[in-house]
C-alpha cells in the first residue's frame, strides 16, 4: 500500500545585506548588523515565504545578529511568533580567521587573486586561522543530523536563517550538491531556497521568486 503523501518544508534564508556586505569586508564570525538594505531584502524575502502559506514549526539561526535579525524580519512578516526558536553557533559563517575585516580587493593586492579565489572557493584550504568550506561541512552536519533532522523526518515545516557557507554546508548535507560542485553554487542575500519532502524524502528545491 503506498503510504499516503505528507509534504513538509525546509526554507533556507541567507540574511540580508550586512554593512560589511555594503562594504566589501569579510565578515565570517564579526558581527555587523543589517543595513536598510538587508532590512527590506529580508521583508521581501518574507513576502515570498508568506506565499506559500507554511506554518512552521520551528526557527534555527546563527549566534550572529545579522542572520538573526533576518529571521526576526521574517517572522514577523509572515504573523508566526508561536514556534520553537533556536540560535546555535554550529550554523554561524565560516570563520575568515586573518581575513575577517578586511577588504577584498585589499586583500587581493596582498596576497595576490589566484590565492584569495583558493580561498574563498576551494572546498578545504582553509585561510590562514580560519575554516576551510569542509570544516564548516564538518560542524554544520552532525548538528543538522542531530537537531533539525528529526522534524523533517516528523512532517514538520522548518525555517533557517543563516549564512552563505552554512547554507552551502547544509545543502551538500542534503545531497542537493557535491562538494567539487558547490564553489559554483550563489545564494543571494535575502533569497530564500525552498526544499520539499514528502514523508522525509526530498522531492525538489528551488529559489522562490
Known amino acids: ?13 541567507r540574511h540580508g545585506q550586512s554593512e560589511w556586505n555594503e562594504q566589501n569586508l569579510f565578515t565570517g564570525w564579526k558581527n555587523p548588523p543589517l543595513t536598510e538594505k538587508g532590512i527590506k531584502e529580508a521583508e521581501n524575502a518574507g513576502e515570498k515565504i508568506k506565499s506559500l502559506q507554511i506554518i512552521f514549526s520551528h526557527y534555527f539561526t546563527s549566534a550572529l545578529i ?22 546555535d553557533q554550529n550554523l554561524n ?33 582553509p585561510p590562514p586561522n580560519g575554516e576551510s568550506l569542509k570544516d564548516v561541512v564538518n560542524r554544520v552536519s552532525p548538528y543538522y543530523e542531530r537537531e533539525i533532522l528529526p522534524y523533517i523526518n516528523d512532517n514538520k515545516n522548518v525555517l533557517i536563517a543563516a ?32 526544499i520539499d519532502f514528502n514523508n522525509g524524502i526530498l522531492e525538489k528545491s528551488y529559489f522562490l521568486s
Open 1 to 13: 500500500m503506498n503510504k499516503e503523501k505528507k509534504i513538509s518544508y525546509l526554507v533556507l534564508i
Open 66 to 87: 545579522r542572520a538573526q535579525e533576518t529571521g526576526e524580519i521574517i517572522l514577523n512578516t509572515l504573523q508566526q511568533k508561536d514556534l520553537i526558536k533556536v540560535k
Open 93 to 125: 559563517e565560516r570563520d575568515y580567521g586573518d581575513l575577517s575585516g578586511l577588504n577584498k580587493d585589499e586583500a587581493r593586492k596582498e596576497w595576490g587573486e589566484d590565492q584569495v579565489h583558493i580561498w574563498r572557493r576551494s572546498y578545504d584550504t
Open 163 to 194: 549564512h552563505g557557507n552554512s547554507l552551502r554546508a547544509t545543502m551538500i548535507q542534503l545531497g542537493l550538491y557535491k562538494p567539487e560542485q558547490i564553489s559554483s553554487i550563489e545564494l543571494p542575500t535575502g533569497s530564500p531556497f525552498c
